[in-house]
């Protein structure tokens, strides 16, 4: 994986209907998803070809800038499509597809109703997304931050929107300027949360738990992980999680796109192993994902 900046890169960006040289790729300083936040996207992973829940990444960018009252003219079939355009021009066969649409620069004020959307895709490989300071068979560690996941009428907190990724990096900042991979949310009522950018799941008698999705995102792999862990016999549930609960726990692991199902090791003076739930769990995601069957762009 290359180490350049992202805006200084070879390859290709699909924008606005046109596929163009990765630097040519730009937009007006005064666009309105820079200033007001006016910005969904999606992060899909790539596996030997195949886009992972295409269909349902898909439908969730559409779905997300509903919500901020956005309307993505471009179709269901016109983002798959354009998906698998950006893949084929960067020959990505393994890494990370990126979607975005944002508000463009006709109107300067809160209200933007006559601002034009636009939506680009881009691409790049990424093989990991933790590398956990203790190593690779430590699992990565987690710090209990003062950033709180929002009450669900303050925020659009069920759309992948890229304000509500604020709070996640003052989040992560606060966790790695204290020597942790990443941080440990709750939200606005002192419930466990989830991660900056992943939901969590615990462990205990064989049992999975992971906290209700009221006020931040369902993520596709969390609601995959639950899935796979029913077709395999495994008793995972949604409930309520206190923060004086989370050292009674054998194992966790945080899941999404980027992260995957990835261990944890340490939540501030817990620790944890890296258990057989957790393994066999990772085992069954990356045969999953492995499978053009799975990757098919089916809902």
């Not at 710090?143 to 992948?160: F, I, Q």
Request: aromatic share 10%; with cysteine; charged share 25%.
């Amino acid at each position: 994986m290359t180490s350049a900046p992202f805006d200084d890169r070879d390859g290709f960006i699909w924008l606005d209907g046109e596929m163009l040289p990765w630097r040519e790729a730009k937009l007006h300083v005064l666009s309105h998803g820079l200033h007001y936040g006016g910005s969904v996207f999606e992060g899909e992973r790539v596996y030997d070809g195949n886009v992972f829940k295409l269909r349902e990444h898909s439908q969730r960018l559409i779905d997300s800038a509903k919500m901020l009252d956005m309307k993505i003219v471009t179709s269901l079939e016109e983002i798959e499509n354009a998906s698998r355009e950006v893949l084929e021009a960067n020959k990505i066969t393994n890494g990370y597809l990126r979607p975005v649409a944002w508000r463009g620069c006709e109107e300067m004020a809160v209200s933007a109703e006559n601002a034009s959307i636009h939506i680009a895709f881009t691409c790049w490989e990424w093989p990991k997304y933790f590398f956990p300071k203790g190593g690779e068979d430590s699992g990565i560690t987690l710090k209990t931050v003062k950033w709180r996941r929002p009450d669900p009428l303050t925020a659009p907190v069920h759309a992948k929107a890229a304000g509500n990724y604020a709070i996640g990096t003052m989040a992560k900042h606060e966790a790695m300027n204290a020597g942790y991979d990443d941080a440990f949310m709750l939200d606005h009522k002192g419930r466990v949360a989830e991660s900056s950018g992943s939901n969590i799941f615990f462990i205990k008698d064989a049992i999975m738990k992971t906290p209700y999705t009221e006020c931040f995102l369902n993520g596709i792999t969390r609601q995959t992980v639950l899935k796979m862990a029913k077709d395999m016999g495994i008793e995972a549930i949604e409930a309520t999680i206190m923060p004086d609960e989370i050292g009674d726990y054998e194992e966790v692991f945080v899941t999404g796109t980027a992260a995957e199902i990835t261990a944890v090791g340490k939540i501030d003076d817990n620790n944890y192993e890296i258990g057989p739930l957790t393994k066999k769990m990772q085992d069954a995601y990356a045969d999953l994902t492995r499978q053009k069957t799975a990757s098919k762009n089916v809902a």
